[in-house]
């Protein structure tokens, strides 16, 4: 029997394998034996037909590709690499890779080619929680873990559709709920996870500051906030206290939508909870204005104390597998390594540990800017650009104009792979080991169950080949992924509060390992955590008469990503529909559109063609499509929040026509 992690989400449940067999680990503590229809079914894509399994190449993207040798890959992208100025290459990384892969693409980006144009797709679903949790906490750090929940007495979920996204981590809030937990639910739509709640607030889309303000506000005015724990703990609560002394509160309540009866009994709710948890992910995270809304949410627990104690906090859920894993090694262009930044003494730090004198003191391009950025070089890795990022109609045409585009993956469907003149065959969960890191800090080995399929590389071992033609074989000659973490478990050791270098390797296949269990206070440079004052700017997308819908977008249960994993022939597995849109019935009355007919959805960008699905669910004049329907892309807006460069997936102004 083999002991090793789902590869799917943050949540990052234990498996157990045994020769044919996939089941939830009962010992490991995330999941106790627990998983969900993804995770059980996980074996299933390391044997799809859609896999990449040799190198190929081609000049021109208009032309076919051709399988080539990894020696004729490696040396054309050594090639490309020397012959081109270090600030036209850009790496574009994810949260599907593993710790070690992480760990060498960032050395050989940042240190050896010097250039801090290395981030990840974790920008578009993660960035605005890494931003304001370094703003209000002083560090990328998630203050609780998903047990807490046990220990308190209020779950506030905002923007979160645990059921679906979070499956397993939602079973234990049902869990948690028979012993008391009460739940609310703030979200536009009435989600599965709605249905759990004590409460459910149905704002409207954008407001969740102006909701969360709301809370800070009566704190404040209502005496109610933490005095002793502010005055000893907390900045700017002074500057805080006065500028919502200014604000409307009618104004505000009236943007969420929720009539003051329903904000009343959440309030009331709020008031008599002692222990309470404020959980959220895409649905603030993914906005024009997602920093401050995390902001403002963190701001309640900085009033109440609510924070670095058994069953409070605030609780970002991660959406990746490993999302988080690569933040600790350094794989967004905007931190250098093990959450150190680009200052004069984080760079002597990082460039003695490294040996090289090549780091950059500049943050480099996050990747929704780098398609933007002029690129002479994109190596892209484990995600898929064309798919996810907004505006696809755009980002397409801007792909199309990077003259070497290098595509690593383990699929060969990519929406991305039309776009790319090299193709390598990457190894899938299953065919390789490594480290991750779950949504609260929990490492965890991934562990290899069945050999490597034959041309097929794990992505650290791709990026040393290419480090190595560099010349740079001295700094990169790692025999195993255990090497890579055992020089990162030392690296690890310049950054005071990461006590990642206690884990062993080897207990990891026994045991996971939680870092930052003893960090029980602000890592700010006075200790101390940072208010801010925050509004809703009202600078999504407007709707009009022209496009009056707002188009929302959010995860299914049985499906990840583009579905390269699961979205396969039925035969192979039945998992949930993924083409259609949710529709009001008095707005698809209005259209004259009947549950199941063809529909054209349109934005000021292009369009997809659909089936409409009625019902009350969703507000009028709101629709949902899921994310992973591959063409949602070509409707979204390019808004970026300003801090994060996370785009604004929930609200872009649609209209909808039914074909004839
Ligand atoms: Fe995998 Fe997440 Fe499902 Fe757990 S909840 S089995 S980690 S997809």
């Known amino acids: 029997m083999i002991r090793s992690v789902c590869g799917y989400c943050g949540v990052g449940c234990g498996l ?56 004729e890959s490696v040396s054309l992208i050594a090639n490309k690499i020397k012959s081109t100025s270090k600030d036209k290459i850009g790496f574009y990384l994810s949260g599907q890779l593993l710790t070690e892969d992480y760990y060498i693409a960032n050395k050989l980006g940042k240190g050896f080619i010097g250039t801090n144009n290395v981030d990840t797709n974790s920008r578009t679903c993660m960035a605005s929680a890494v931003v304001a949790y370094k703003k209000s906490l002083g560090a990328d750090f998630v203050p609780l873990r998903m047990d807490d929940i046990i220990h308190a007495n209020l779950l506030i979920l905002a923007g979160a559709n645990t059921a679906e996204a979070h499956v397993v981590f939602h079973n234990q809030i049902k869990k948690a709920k028979k012993q008391g937990l009460k739940v609310v639910v703030i979200d536009p739509r009435f989600t599965d996870t709605a249905k759990i709640a004590d409460i459910y607030l149905p704002i409207k889309p954008g407001s969740d500051i102006d909701l969360f303000n709301l809370v800070s506000k009566r704190l404040i005015d209502e005496d109610l906030y933490n005095k002793e724990y502010v005055k000893n703990n907390i900045n700017n609560f002074e500057l805080l206290k006065n500028k919502f002394k200014r604000v409307a509160v009618t104004k505000m309540l009236k943007r969420t939508g929720l009539t003051i009866e329903q904000f009343e009994d959440f309030w009331a709710l709020y008031k008599e909870s002692e222990n309470i948890i404020t959980a959220w992910t895409m649905g603030l995270n993914q906005s024009v204005q997602g920093v401050d809304k995390n902001l403002a949410l963190i701001n309640t627990h900085l009033l109440t104390g609510k924070i670095f104690k058994r069953g409070n906090g605030p609780l970002s859920l991660t959406g990746q597998p490993n999302a988080m894993g690569g933040r600790e090694v350094g794989g967004l262009s905007t931190m250098l390594a093990v959450h150190l930044g680009f200052d004069e003494e984080s760079i002597k730090k990082v460039s003695a540990f490294w040996n090289t004198d090549k780091i950059d003191n500049k943050s480099g391009l996050p990747a929704t800017k780098m398609l933007d950025a002029n690129l002479d070089v994109l190596i892209i890795c484990h995600t898929d650009p064309v798919y996810h990022l907004p505006n696809r109609k755009e980002t397409e045409e801007l792909l199309k104009k990077i003259p070497f585009v290098v595509e690593i993956n383990a699929y060969e469907n990519s929406e991305t792979a039309p776009y790319s003149h090299i193709r390598l065959p990457a190894a899938p969960w299953g065919e390789k080991e490594g480290t991750q890191t779950n949504l609260d800090r929990t490492i965890t080995k991934q562990e290899k169950l069945t050999r490597i399929s034959i041309d097929c590389k794990p992505d650290w071992e791709i990026f040393q080949l290419i480090a190595q033609k560099l010349g740079y074989k001295k700094h990169f000659n790692y025999a195993n992924p255990q090497e890579i973490f055992e020089e990162f478990q030392a690296m690890s050791k310049l950054n005071s509060y990461m006590n990642i270098h206690e884990a062993s390797y080897e207990n990891l296949s026994k045991e996971p390992f939680i870092w930052g269990k003893n960090i029980d206070t602000f890592l700010t440079p006075d200790k101390k955590g940072n208010l801010f004052f925050v509004e809703n700017k009202l600078l999504s997308e407007k709707t009009n008469l022209e496009y009056p819908f707002i188009l929302l977008t959010g995860r299914t249960r049985d499906q990840w990503h583009t579905g390269t994993k699961t979205n396969l022939p039925t035969t192979l597995l039945k998992f949930k529909e993924l083409n259609f849109c949710e529709i009001n019935s008095f707005d698809a009355e209005e259209l004259n559109i ?67």
């Open 594 to 660: 009947k549950d199941g007919d063809t529909i054209i959805v349109k934005s000021r960008r292009g369009s997809l063609e659909t089936k409409a699905l009625i019902t009350d669910t969703i507000k009028q004049k709101m629709i949902f499509i899921p994310i992973s329907n591959r063409e949602v892309n070509y409707l979204t807006n390019n808004l970026l929040d300003k801090e994060s460069f996370e785009p604004d997936y929930n609200h872009s102004a649609i209209k909808i026509e039914k074909l004839n």
């Open 16 to 71: 157990e394998y045994d020769e044919k067999t996939l089941i939830g680990d009962i010992t490991y503590p995330t999941n106790e034996g627990k998983v969900c229809s993804k995770g059980v079914s996980e074996l299933i894509s390391i044997q799809t037909p859609t896999r990449l399994l040799r190198p190929h190449i081609r000049e021109n993207i208009n032309d076919s590709l051709i399988v080539a040798t990894w020696e």
